[in-house]
């Protein structure tokens, strides 16, 4: 395993503080394994992650999210029956109007290394814009999900779904606003949104 590893014991170093913040936006990627370059990206990014062993880890971390930010009594906003199910025990109320939410519960497709960013599509989206769902948002991914490029996930997705590739393909990025990314092109029309993600172990 990568940072996981030696985040929560077992590993024999980590790439330093100083040189992850001293490395300019466009210098090449760290020589370093796709998952420790995933959570160095995702937190330059400024989305909060959440590294569960289990589901059970997953479900108490949900519950502190929502401690800590004053929503228990929020209904989150979700277009996936298969996830509404999965944490019905988690006594979560559920809407499929975003109008009436401020947290949208959602999957991806994938974790992209390369830039921090999430990956998603119809399936987590239908039709909606990034800007017309709540800007608090969770995901819940696994550790399989974890991809080094974008055009990786993309080949992923497309021999996943060989009887039709989902539209509305993109990524969620930004998750709060920085001096490196105030100016970025690439975010122009998207919405900037807090982000936690739960990231749970399957490998």
Same mark, same amino acid.
């Given at each position: 395993?990568?940072?996981?590893?030696?985040?929560?014991?077992?590993?024999? $170093?980590?790439?330093?503080? +100083?040189?992850?913040? !001293?490395?300019?936006? @466009?210098?090449?990627?760290? *020589?370093?394994?796709?998952?420790?370059k995933f959570t160095i990206h995702f937190k330059k990014n400024g989305g909060k992650f959440i590294y569960c062993d289990s589901f059970d880890e997953v479900s108490e971390a949900l519950k502190?999210?929502?401690?800590?930010?004053?929503?228990?009594?929020?209904?989150?906003?979700?277009?996936?029956?298969?996830?509404?199910?999965?944490?019905?025990?988690?006594?979560?109320?559920?809407?499929? $109007?975003?109008?009436?939410? +401020?947290?949208?519960? !959602?999957?991806?497709? @994938?974790?992209?290394?390369? *830039?921090?960013?999430?990956?998603?599509?119809?399936?987590?989206?239908?039709?909606?814009?990034?800007?017309?769902?709540?800007?608090?948002?969770?995901?819940?991914?696994?550790?399989?999900?974890?991809?080094?490029?974008?055009?990786?996930?993309?080949?992923?997705?497309?021999?996943k779904y060989r009887q039709g590739i989902p539209a509305n393909i993109t990524t969620i990025k930004h998750f709060q606003s920085t001096e490196e990314n105030a100016n970025d092109f690439l975010?122009?029309?998207?919405?900037?949104? @807090?982000?936690?993600?739960?990231?749970?172990?399957?490998?």
């Open positions: 395993m990568g940072l996981f590893d030696k985040l929560f014991g077992g590993g024999k $170093k980590k790439v330093s503080k +100083e040189t992850v913040e !001293t490395r300019g936006m @466009h210098m090449p990627d760290l *020589n370093i394994p796709v998952d420790e502190n999210i929502i401690e800590e930010n004053h929503w228990e009594e929020l209904p989150f906003f979700v277009m996936n029956p298969r996830l509404e199910e999965k944490f019905s025990k988690a006594n979560l109320r559920f809407t499929n $109007k975003a109008n009436d939410s +401020e947290i949208f519960f !959602t999957t991806c497709e @994938h974790l992209v290394a390369q *830039n921090g960013s999430i990956l998603v599509c119809s399936n987590q989206l239908k039709e909606k814009k990034l800007n017309e769902v709540p800007d608090n948002v969770i995901v819940f991914a696994t550790t399989s999900q974890l991809v080094e490029t974008i055009g990786e996930g993309l080949k992923t997705i497309k021999k975010t122009y029309g998207s919405s900037t949104k @807090h982000l936690y993600l739960l990231l749970m172990e399957d490998l």
